[in-house]
C-alpha cells in the first residue's frame, strides 16, 4: 500500500517535530497535517493497514515526551483550525487553536474559560484535552474535564464519533474498574462511563480530538492578587492552611520556596531579602465587597507572621502585569539555570491528600542537591525541579526523585498531578497501579486500537519493543 498523501519526509523539516520541552530526542519516517478529520481518518486507517506507529504532536509543549516519535509517523494537528462563539457560554474550537486564542474570545464575550496551564499562551486546545490539563485556577475549578461538553474524536480504526456524556463507550472496550487516588490527578486511563470522559487525559492512546465544545464561565467584576512573603516556611504554610478556611477562599492558591526568590530576585527588586517562602492568592469579588475582601485578607497576612510590609497588591492591570513578571521570572529562571548547568532538570509532578502535604514539604525541604519548589499548594500539588550540574548529580537527581515518589504514593498520592504519564513517567505508572491496574489498561488500549499504533509507548509499554527485546 502506498504511503498517505502529504507524506512528508524531508528531514529539515521533520527535524522541527521531534522533541517537546522534556527534551528527549526521537525520530519518525514521515510528517502527516491533515486539515479535516477526514484526513485524520484516512490516515489512522492507513496506519493501520501498514503497521506504522502514529504519534501525534501538536504544540510540543509537553513535559514528559508524548508528542516525540519512536519511529513511524508523525501526525501533526496544526491545521485542525476553527474558532467560533456557539451561545451565550460556549465556544467551538478546533484541536490547533491556542488556548490563548479561546481566552481572548471568551473576553471579547465578557466570559473566561478555567483551565489556564503555565503554558496557555503557547498550548492547543487539543493537547490540553489529552493529557487533562489543569494548571493554578484548578483550586477552584478543577481540570479541563468538567469545561468540556463534546469533542470530535477519530478513534484509532478510522472511525469518527462526536462524543459528549450521552455517548456509550464501544462495548468491546473493556474500561479499567480501579479506584485513582483521591487527589488531583492526570496518571491513567479515567474510569469513566462515557466516551468523552474516558478520551479526555487518554495522552492520545485511545483517539484524536479533533475539534471540542467548552464551556465557560461569566468574568467575574473583580479580580485582586497578592504576594505575600514570609520569614519561615512553617508561617508560609499556616497562611495556607488559614486561606484555605477562608469564607470567600482564592480561586488559586501558590507556594515559591527560597530557591524560587533567590531566582526572582535578580530580575525583580521588590523580594525581601528576609523572604524563605511566598504565597501567591488570586481573590474574586464585586466592586460592593472588594475594600472588606483586602482589609480581610490583610488581617489574615497579619495573624499568619506575613512580612506585611513587603506584601504586594494587585487590582488593576499594571499591578497585575508587576505580579505576572515576578511569576514567569521562576521558570525562566530555572531555565536558564538548566542551559548554564549544562544538565537536564528532573521535576517532580506528584499531589499528595492533605494530611500528606506536612510529609511532603518536609521531604522536599530536607533535599540536599541544588532545586527550587513551587507550584499549586491549595491542590497539595508542587513541582520540585532539582537542578543537576553533573552526570553523577542527575542520577542522584533521579535517586531522589524515585524517594519521593514512593512517599507520595504512601501517602495516598499520584505519579502525575498535571502533566501526565507520557514516555518519560511510563515506567513507573506501574508503582501506582500494580499489576492488575496495568493489564486492565493495556486490555483496553488492545481492544480499542489492536496493532497498538496510536501513541506507541506512551502511558503503556510499547509491546513491540518489550517482544523485541524478550527474542532477542
Not at 501498514?50 to 504544540?59: I, R, S
Request: hydrophobic share 45%; aromatic share 6%; glycine share 10%.
Amino acid at each position: 500500500m502506498a504511503p498517505p498523501a502529504g507524506l512528508i519526509q524531508d528531514p529539515e523539516i521533520l527535524e522541527g517535530y521531534l522533541t517537546d520541552a522534556s527534551n528527549i530526542p526521537g525520530q519518525a519516517s514521515g510528517l502527516l497535517r491533515p486539515d479535516s478529520a477526514e484526513q485524520v481518518a484516512e490516515i489512522f486507517r492507513a496506519a493501520q493497514a501498514q503497521g506504522q506507529p502514529l504519534t501525534v504532536t501538536a504544540q510540543r509543549t509537553s513535559t514528559t515526551g508524548g508528542p516525540v516519535p519512536h519511529g513511524g509517523w508523525l501526525l501533526s494537528t496544526e491545521r485542525l483550525r476553527g474558532l467560533r462563539w456557539l451561545d451565550d457560554q460556549r465556544i467551538r474550537v478546533g484541536a490547533a487553536e491556542l488556548l490563548a486564542e479561546v481566552e481572548a474570545l471568551a473576553q471579547e464575550k465578557g466570559r473566561f474559560y478555567p483551565p489556564d496551564p503555565t503554558s496557555w499562551r503557547e498550548c492547543s486546545v487539543g493537547g490540553t484535552l489529552a493529557c487533562n490539563a489543569s494548571g493554578a485556577r484548578s483550586y477552584r475549578y478543577g481540570a479541563t474535564r468538567p469545561w468540556v461538553e463534546s469533542a470530535q474524536v477519530v478513534l484509532p480504526t478510522g472511525e469518527i464519533v462526536e462524543a459528549d456524556r450521552s455517548t456509550p463507550i464501544p462495548a468491546h472496550w473493556p474500561v479499567p474498574e480501579w479506584t485513582p487516588p483521591q487527589v488531583k490527578t492526570a496518571a491513567g486511563y479515567h474510569p469513566a462511563d462515557n466516551l468523552l470522559d474516558l478520551i479526555i487525559g487518554s495522552e492520545g492512546t485511545l483517539g484524536l480530538v479533533t475539534a471540542a465544545t467548552l464551556r465557560t464561565l461569566p468574568l467575574p467584576e473583580r479580580v485582586f492578587s497578592i504576594l505575600a512573603f514570609f520569614p519561615s516556611i512553617q508561617a508560609g504554610l499556616d497562611f495556607v492552611e488559614a486561606a484555605r478556611q477562608a469564607q470567600a477562599g482564592p480561586r488559586l492558591l501558590e507556594w515559591y520556596d527560597a530557591g524560587c526568590l533567590e531566582l526572582v530576585r535578580a530580575r525583580v527588586p521588590e523580594v525581601p531579602s528576609t523572604a524563605v517562602a511566598a504565597v501567591w492568592i488570586e481573590v474574586e469579588t464585586d466592586a460592593q465587597a472588594e475594600d472588606q475582601a483586602l482589609m480581610n485578607w490583610a488581617d489574615l497576612l497579619s495573624q499568619t507572621g506575613a512580612l506585611e510590609e513587603h506584601t504586594l497588591f494587585a487590582a488593576d492591570e499594571s499591578g497585575m502585569e508587576r505580579l505576572g513578571r515576578i511569576r514567569h521570572a521562576i521558570p525562566a529562571g530555572v531555565n536558564e539555570q538548566v542551559v548554564a548547568n549544562g544538565m537536564p532538570k528532573v521535576g517532580t509532578d506528584f499531589a499528595v491528600p492533605d494530611a500528606g502535604l506536612a510529609r511532603m514539604m518536609a521531604a522536599y525541604g530536607a533535599v540536599e542537591l541544588e532545586s527550587v519548589l513551587f507550584g499549586h499548594i491549595g491542590d497539595n500539588h508542587l513541582h520540585l525541579n532539582l537542578l543537576p550540574k553533573t552526570p553523577q548529580e542527575l542520577e542522584q537527581a533521579w535517586a531522589i526523585w524515585g524517594r519521593l515518589y514512593d512517599l507520595a504514593l504512601s501517602l495516598g498520592g499520584t505519579l502525575s498531578a498535571e502533566h501526565g504519564v507520557g514516555k518519560l513517567k511510563q515506567p513507573y505508572l506501574r508503582r501506582m497501579v500494580g499489576d492488575p491496574g496495568i493489564a486492565a489498561f493495556q486490555a483496553l488500549k488492545r481492544a480499542a486500537d489492536p496493532a497498538w499504533i496510536l501513541g506507541r509507548g506512551s502511558l503503556l509499554a510499547d509491546p513491540v519493543a518489550a517482544s523485541s527485546a524478550r527474542s532477542v
